[in-house]
């Protein structure tokens, strides 16, 4: 099930795009020297997590990766099957792990210099896009509500239960979508902490839409809609205090694949763009809490002609200043996939 969640998740959340355009090249990366993440304000270096699917048999890998030039600095967690859910950081830096067992997944603190895991509380349910508020003291996540187990003809479904959780209390506040066919797709918190932009999968002809919730009571008939301009549909990954940020489209086409990275207004205007590599699939921001600036992780190789396939990969960037840096980019082999982690943390 958490394969098959993570590959539809992918692919609904990376927005239409026309068949591949003609060739062009990726934004253009600033002078590395230009980086403002290349250190914490306390002097460390700066870094972001990555968690790698494509291990043998089946495990999870989640790594530490640096900021500056996206290389490896260390392996933080290695699961030998499927148990590894999802990671986050807390805004004062804290990286923590949700690994599922049985019918409950673990919340643990994990140290970065060692590995070493600390367990923090347990919870009775799957938890996937964990991310804590502005504050650190609430944690927002989806998942599956108690009826899914019980009720039969629900196996296909993804989940589509959005919860709110004060870690203090454990006080709950959640909602559930309109049916278990239209999942909730990633969460992500306004900077001050009063709201939540969720992708939803229950648009119109099955296209993903944002909606804003309330982040004290969530109410998924009182979310308001985001309106994207005509023709087109938008995502969300990343909020801050300019704007959403997320994956663009404007096309007919049943897939749906990233036009444009866009940062835009809770009605929908458009404010600033920027292209994509060529032949992108995916297009997702993290916010860095710490630093206020987005790493934004793009996958490519989608299309049909050749020159597509030979340049199957992926970059990664910072957005900073409403200039794109280019940290990294990896073409794979058509013989192996790199093993370079798909972002979830900064």
């Not at 673990?106 to 600390?118: F, P």
């Not at 006080?171 to 559930?176: D, E, L, N, P, Q």
């Not at 999968?201 to 804003?212: E, F, H, K, Q």
């Not at 900073?320 to 370079?340: A, F």
Request: hydrophobic share 35%.
């Amino acid at each position: 099930m958490l394969v098959r969640y993570r590959v539809i998740a992918t692919i609904t959340l990376s927005l239409v795009a026309a068949a591949c355009p003609a060739h062009h090249a990726p934004p253009k990366a600033a002078p590395s020297s230009s980086s403002p993440t290349s250190t914490l304000p306390n002097g460390a270096p700066a870094t972001y997590l990555a968690i790698d699917y494509n291990t043998q048999p089946g495990g999870r890998v989640l790594q530490l990766r640096s900021s500056s030039d996206g290389h490896l600095i260390r392996d933080l967690y290695r699961s030998a099957g499927s148990d590894l859910l999802a990671a986050a950081r807390a805004p004062d830096g804290t990286i923590f792990i949700f690994t599922f067992q049985g019918t409950t997944t673990t919340m643990s603190k994990v140290d970065e210099a060692t590995g070493k895991l600390e367990t923090v509380r347990t919870f009775s349910e799957e938890v996937y896009s964990p991310s804590f508020d502005p504050g650190g003291g609430k944690l927002v996540f989806v998942t599956y509500p108690p009826s899914y187990h019980t009720a039969p003809g629900l196996g296909g479904a993804l989940p589509y239960e959005l919860v709110v959780l004060d870690l203090k209390t454990g006080a709950r506040a959640s909602t559930v979508s309109d049916n278990p066919g239209h999942p909730f797709f990633g969460v992500v918190w306004n900077p001050d902490g009063t709201q939540l932009a969720t992708n939803y999968a229950g648009g119109p002809n099955g296209s993903t839409i944002v909606m804003l919730l309330d982040a004290t009571h969530p109410s998924f008939r009182a979310a308001r809609r985001v309106v994207a301009p005509r023709g087109c549909s938008l995502s969300a990954s990343s909020w801050i205090a300019s704007g959403l940020i997320g994956a663009e489209s404007c096309s007919q086409s049943p897939l749906q694949l990233p036009k444009a990275l866009v940062e835009y207004t809770t009605s929908g205007r458009i404010t600033h763009g920027w292209t994509l590599p060529q032949c992108a699939f995916t297009a997702t921001a993290i916010k860095d809490t710490l630093m206020g600036s987005v790493l934004v992780f793009v996958r490519s190789g989608y299309g049909g002609d050749t020159w597509c396939q030979r340049h199957n990969g992926h970059y990664v960037y910072e957005l900073s200043s409403l200039k794109l840096r280019l940290i990294s980019r990896h073409i794979e082999k058509i013989e192996r996939r790199l093993q370079d982690g798909e972002p979830v943390a900064w």
